[in-house]
């Protein structure tokens, strides 16, 4: 069955710096990658996604993602973080041919210090 | 704002009462998904729907039931509820029945089972 890990529970970071959030998956095939971050109090909103193509993709609030297929690995990346992007970050991985069911990761909490 | 909407937002009961959650989803949507999050679990799919139809199944209790209405709202029922269930549960839409695109989220009911 496919995996997603994110290792990084907790993430500080201060303001005006890079963020990387990590994730992997377990999947024999190329799956459909996803981040999605959910803020206090609400539901989750997608970030970026990857289906095939080009293996960095952009996504909405300044963030990035590069899938690297030797390592399974679709790390989120963003270049400055401001404070109201800190967030829960989760990464989902969906079976191509299958289910179509997204699997999440447990989250990465990031927390931006002023 | 998603589209989706979840009621109630805040739910407070006992052990073995039963309790119903509803989804509306996106104008136009006709999957409807469930997920459970809960901080040992993470975020845990447990059914999904498509117009009217069971679609796929989770980790889903046989406590728990669901189902999709011709409107295509939908409901989560859960019965025999025990201290565990205390959980933030989320419905989400799509389109299609295919979540190679992205799921709308609703801002969660939380369910604390007292």
């Known amino acids: 069955a496919q995996s997603v890990t994110q290792p990084d529970i907790h993430i500080t970071v201060s303001e005006g710096a890079s963020l990387e959030l990590r994730c992997n998956y377990s999947?024999?095939?190329?799956?459909?990658l996803f981040w999605y971050v959910q803020s206090p109090g609400q539901g989750l909103q997608l970030l970026l996604k990857?289906?095939?193509?080009?293996?960095l993709v952009q996504g909405i609030k300044g963030f990035e993602a590069e899938f690297k297929r030797s390592q399974s690995s679709f790390n989120l990346r963003k270049p400055s973080v401001h404070w109201s992007d800190a967030a829960e970050y989760f990464c989902?991985?969906?079976?191509?041919?299958?289910?179509?069911?997204?699997?999440f990761g447990r989250g990465t909490s990031l927390i931006v210090h002023p | 704002d998603s589209g989706v909407t979840q009621t109630p937002k805040h739910l407070i009961t006992a052990t073995g009462q039963r309790v119903t959650l509803r989804c509306s989803p996106r104008?136009?949507?006709?999957?409807v998904y469930w997920y459970q999050q809960s901080l040992d679990q993470g975020l845990q799919f447990l059914i999904q729907?498509?117009?009217?139809?069971?679609?796929a199944k989770g980790n889903i209790l046989e406590r728990f039931s669901a189902q999709q209405f011709p409107d295509l709202h939908s409901e989560l029922n859960l019965s025999s509820l025990e201290l565990g269930d205390s959980a933030l549960y989320f419905c989400?839409?799509?389109?299609?029945?295919?979540?190679?695109?992205?799921?709308?989220f609703g801002s969660g009911t939380q369910l604390s089972v007292l």
């Open positions: 989400a839409s799509s389109p299609q029945g295919g979540s190679y695109e992205k799921l709308f």
């Open positions: 999947y024999g095939a190329t799956p459909y």
């Open positions: 990857y289906f095939s193509g080009d293996t």
């Open positions: 989902a991985v969906v079976e191509s041919g299958g289910s179509y069911i997204p699997t």
């Open positions: 104008s136009g949507d006709l999957s």
């Open positions: 729907y498509y117009n009217g139809e069971e679609r």
